[in-house]
């Protein structure tokens, strides 16, 4: 890929292959869950103290996000999945390609790269609620409340549809070369995506012919530092696409072929027929834990598997995919 960003002129650019664009984006979208399970797991260790923090992981990673994208974004002119497959930003005025991007480019592509996927994700979590509310019978009495919600479910339905269509639209142009431009929010920007040229860097004879010398300043170091830093976080990316790949090759395991497990020591388990263990309401959206067996409010049992990861019943080990939805009549 770098070779290709070497005869980058000031007229005429490499174009990135459609792959390699899907590709940056599809990294760009597994970088959330990974900081949400790498905060959950550090809450683990003590999540009656800081259990609380999980309510606030879309705010937490909305900071980490703009500290990892400014930076990219100011030395490499790219964000960082764009800076993992060598790519790289340049503005195109008048259809002519322009270098470095403007520092307005960079303020509003730091905006659109952390704020639009917060925004989304808000958006998406506020509709589930409702929808989710509406299914329970918690109807509002209230019409401003009850138009509202339905104006969020309706309306997140009408944007992702229109988003996705978009997006497909703007695919085929840029595949039939009739578009310079990768995405809609790119196309917004005036901005394209080409090839990165290749980055200098001190290589480990200058290194030691340096330290040899008495000639290696702070700013060497600080340069290997942030290679260093960068080059983990590169390193890390690649096993998240590893590992996302390696879940959905075991996603459909056989359930019946695991070990049956022992069924749980409880005194009475009459005493939860037909209501949640957790609200001792009658369950609203039937949802069966699948480690231990016990029915439970799907509001309930979820938010208690997020912070506790286990059973509040038999205290077996349990995550969000052991959840299974009952339709009962």
Same mark, same amino acid.
């Given at each position: 890929?770098?070779?290709?960003?070497?005869?980058?002129?000031?007229?005429? =650019?490499?174009?990135?292959?459609?792959?390699?664009?899907?590709?940056?984006?599809?990294?760009?979208?597994?970088?959330?869950?990974?900081?949400?399970?790498?905060?959950?797991?550090?809450?683990?260790?003590?999540?009656?103290?800081?259990?609380?923090?999980?309510?606030?992981?879309?705010?937490? =990673?909305?900071?980490?996000?703009?500290?990892?994208? /400014?930076?990219?974004?100011?030395?490499?002119?790219?964000?960082?999945?764009?800076?993992?497959?060598?790519?790289?930003?340049?503005?195109?005025?008048?259809?002519?390609?322009? @270098?470095?991007?403007?520092?307005?480019?960079?303020?509003?592509?730091?905006?659109?790269?952390?704020?639009?996927?917060?925004?989304?994700?808000?958006?998406?979590?506020?509709?589930?609620?409702?929808?989710?509310?509406?299914?329970?019978?918690?109807?509002?009495?209230? /019409?401003?409340?009850? &138009?509202?919600? #339905?104006?969020?479910?309706?309306?997140?339905?009408?944007?992702?549809?229109?988003? @996705? $269509?978009?997006?497909?639209?703007?695919?085929?142009?840029?595949?039939?070369?009739?578009?310079?431009?990768?995405?809609?929010?790119?196309?917004?920007?005036?901005?394209?995506? $080409?090839?990165?040229?290749?980055?200098?860097?001190? $290589?480990?004879? @200058?290194?030691?012919?340096?330290?040899? =010398?008495?000639?290696?300043?702070?700013?060497?170091?600080?340069?290997?530092?942030? /290679?260093?830093?960068?080059?983990?976080?590169?390193?890390?990316?690649? &096993?998240?696409?590893?590992?996302?790949?390696?879940?959905?090759?075991?996603?459909?395991?056989?359930?019946?072929?695991?070990?049956?497990?022992?069924?749980?020591?409880?005194?009475? +388990?009459?005493?939860?027929?037909?209501?949640?263990?957790?609200?001792?309401?009658?369950?609203?959206?039937? $949802?069966?834990?699948?480690?231990?067996?016990?029915?439970?409010?799907?509001?309930? +049992?979820?938010?208690?598997?997020?912070? #506790?990861?286990?059973?509040?019943?038999?205290?077996?080990?349990? #995550?969000?995919?052991?959840?299974?939805?009952?339709? +009962?009549?």
């Amino acid at each position: 890929m770098a070779e290709k960003g070497a005869h980058l002129t000031g007229t005429a =650019y490499i174009r990135p292959s459609i792959f390699e664009i899907i590709a940056q984006e599809s990294l760009a979208s597994t970088l959330e869950p990974a900081f949400k399970k790498i905060l959950s797991f550090l809450i683990s260790f003590n999540p009656e103290r800081y259990g609380h923090i999980l309510q606030w992981a879309d705010e937490g =990673y909305l900071i980490f996000n703009v500290f990892l994208q /400014r930076y990219y974004l100011k030395r490499y002119s790219a964000s960082f999945s764009e800076t993992f497959y060598g790519l790289k930003r340049v503005t195109v005025i008048n259809n002519k390609l322009k @270098e470095k991007l403007s520092h307005k480019q960079q303020i509003l592509s730091l905006i659109f790269i952390v704020t639009f996927p917060y925004l989304k994700n808000k958006l998406s979590q506020l509709s589930l609620k409702y929808k989710l509310r509406e299914e329970n019978g918690y109807e509002s009495r209230e /019409r401003e409340q009850k &138009f509202f919600r #339905k104006c969020i479910v309706k309306g997140h339905s009408i944007l992702f549809v229109t988003y @996705e $269509t978009l997006m497909l639209y703007n695919y085929i142009l840029y595949i039939s070369e009739k578009s310079m431009y990768p995405s809609l929010l790119l196309r917004l920007l005036s901005v394209t995506l $080409t090839y990165a040229e290749p980055q200098s860097a001190l $290589t480990i004879a @200058e290194l030691l012919r340096k330290i040899k =010398y008495n000639s290696f300043t702070f700013g060497d170091g600080w340069n290997i530092f942030q /290679r260093i830093v960068t080059g983990s976080l590169e390193l890390g990316a690649f &096993f998240l696409q590893f590992l996302s790949w390696w879940n959905q090759e075991n996603y459909n395991i056989d359930i019946m072929s695991l070990p049956t497990p022992p069924p749980p020591k409880v005194l009475n +388990i009459a005493q939860y027929k037909g209501i949640c263990p957790l609200c001792r309401k009658p369950q609203h959206i039937h $949802t069966v834990l699948m480690v231990s067996g016990y029915v439970f409010c799907y509001q309930c +049992i979820l938010s208690e598997i997020r912070i #506790k990861k286990k059973c509040p019943v038999t205290h077996y080990p349990a #995550k969000e995919d052991d959840l299974i939805r009952l339709y +009962i009549e």
